[in-house]
């Protein structure tokens, strides 16, 4: 019985090998029967399509003795062939195996940084939550902290929609607060308490590994963000449902691979989506297109426009007041270098005809601004203090100037003469005010 089960496992391998070199085997017979294809050939050009058995049985023979060198040729090339691929597969096999046992270095020494999250309920009030950091290491910290809740702000419902009397439901709103911001924590310390039933944490390990808890209703998920990757995906419905796509993006850690279980993972992403907008949107990502600008000319079509797109978010106003200003007086030191073409006066007119009636009283030449670009620098810079001495506690202060001074400099454009080498007017010097930027 034993040696029926060897036989058919011996049988398997064979074919499993034929299978795996099917192409190699292919070549070497078409090879082998060529001799005898063509011995066929002559036999029937001179004895036409008669066909002595005995005759042909003797030919075949005939063939393999007159041919064998060219055979001897043929199967030490094919097993020095077959060798040689034999040694590449082994070869390659070694050098998987060698980055795997890489790859699970390096996992274990991400790993070694990554924190545990453990959420403690109050005795008496199971609503309140503490949440406590631990780290592999008491020396660890972990650092650039974000934890955000979920706050429902409108619960799902039916109501009546009037043109039509049809009943519809609306699915409620909610909101995303940051409920608490660390630089940096070592293990051991309190994190944040809150009663949330829907928090999440994004923050960065010591070796900049950025990672994504989140705790929703009890169920714990702890994700990290793969290298060069972008924490928006999934970014729809459809790629919540691709597990392929996420595997690619995400990670998890702090969970047993044979227990892992994905399921609630659709609720987990769902959740945090506007989370995850936020762990992309770092600081300099905004501002790319500028940083990138080679020219003047590219840098103010985009800056504005890249200033404006920040100061939805925790931005001091005073640091957007202090780079408008700056950047006008670099602007009015090259104003001789501006102009807007004739086409294009009339769009611009339209454009700044919008600026508040208490600045344009101040600039008698208000009407002309299309053929004075450093008169509309002055128009732009009173508006500046306009909006700084009016709107103080508004944090969308700058938000109407910087969305036309990105539109009026998409029509402005920078004369060929104008050169970079004065200092002031370098890139650099341009490029360095958005450090200025000061976010909360």
């Known amino acids: 019985m034993n040696e029926e089960k060897e036989a058919k496992n011996y049988t398997e391998k064979i074919i499993w090998h034929i299978k795996q070199n099917k ?6 017979f078409i090879f082998l029967i060529l001799p005898l294809l063509v011995e066929c050939v002559i036999y029937f050009i001179e004895k036409g399509l008669k066909i002595a058995p005995i005759q042909a049985f003797k030919k075949m023979f005939y063939v393999l003795r007159d041919y064998k060198s060219y055979y001897a040729t043929i199967l030490t090339l094919s097993f020095a062939i077959f060798s040689y691929n034999k040694q590449q597969e082994k070869l390659l096999e070694e050098k998987q195996k060698e980055n795997e046992l890489r ?16 959420i403690k309920k109050d005795k008496y009030d199971h609503s309140k939550k503490q949440v ?8 660890l910290y972990l650092q650039k902290i974000r934890v955000f809740k979920i706050e429902v702000l409108d619960e799902m419902r039916e109501y009546t929609y009037p043109p039509t009397g049809a009943t519809k439901i609306f699915y409620g709103t909610s909101k995303i607060d940051i409920i608490c911001e ?12 809150d009663r949330s039933d829907k928090l999440f944490i994004v923050a960065e390990t010591l070796i900049g590994e950025t990672i994504l808890f989140g705790y929703i ?8 963000l793969k290298e060069n990757k972008d924490p928006c995906i999934p970014n729809d419905s459809k790629e919540l449902y691709n597990q392929e796509l996420i595997n690619n993006v995400w990670g998890n850690f702090n969970t047993k691979i044979e227990i892992m279980d994905n399921t609630l993972d ?8 506007g989370i995850r907008q936020v762990i992309k949107d770092k600081h300099f990502e905004k501002f790319e297109d500028s940083l990138k600008a080679e020219t003047l000319s590219d840098f103010l079509e985009n800056i504005f426009f890249d200033i404006k797109s920040v100061v939805l978010y925790e931005v001091s106003q005073k640091s957007i007041y202090k780079v408008l200003k700056n950047y006008i007086m670099l602007l009015k030191y090259v104003s001789s270098f501006l102009f807007i073409d004739s086409e294009d006066e009339e769009k611009f007119n339209r454009l700044v005809y919008n600026i508040p009636e208490d600045i344009k009283s101040k600039n008698k030449l208000f009407k002309n601004l299309s053929t004075d670009i450093l008169e509309f620098l002055n128009v732009i810079n009173d508006y500046i203090d306009y909006r700084n001495e009016n709107f103080p506690e508004d944090f969308m202060q700058f ?39 000061k976010f909360k």
Do not use: C, H, T
């Open 23 to 28: 192409r190699f085997y292919m070549w070497l």
């Open 217 to 224: 209703y009890d169920n714990n998920f702890y994700k990290y």
């Open 182 to 193: 660390k630089k940096g924590m070592k293990s051991g310390e309190i994190i944040v308490e």
């Open 132 to 139: 406590k950091l631990l780290m592999k290491n008491k020396e």
């Open 266 to 273: 659709l609720l987990f992403f769902g959740y945090s989506w």
């Open 399 to 437: 938000f109407e100037v910087l969305d036309l001074l990105g539109r009026a400099f998409n029509i402005i454009k920078v004369n060929d003469e104008y050169n970079n080498d004065d200092e002031i007017q370098s890139n650099f010097v341009w490029k360095q005010l958005i450090l200025d930027i």
């Open 103 to 118: 790859e699970k270095e390096l996992e274990d020494k991400k790993d070694y940084y990554r924190p545990i999250f453990v």
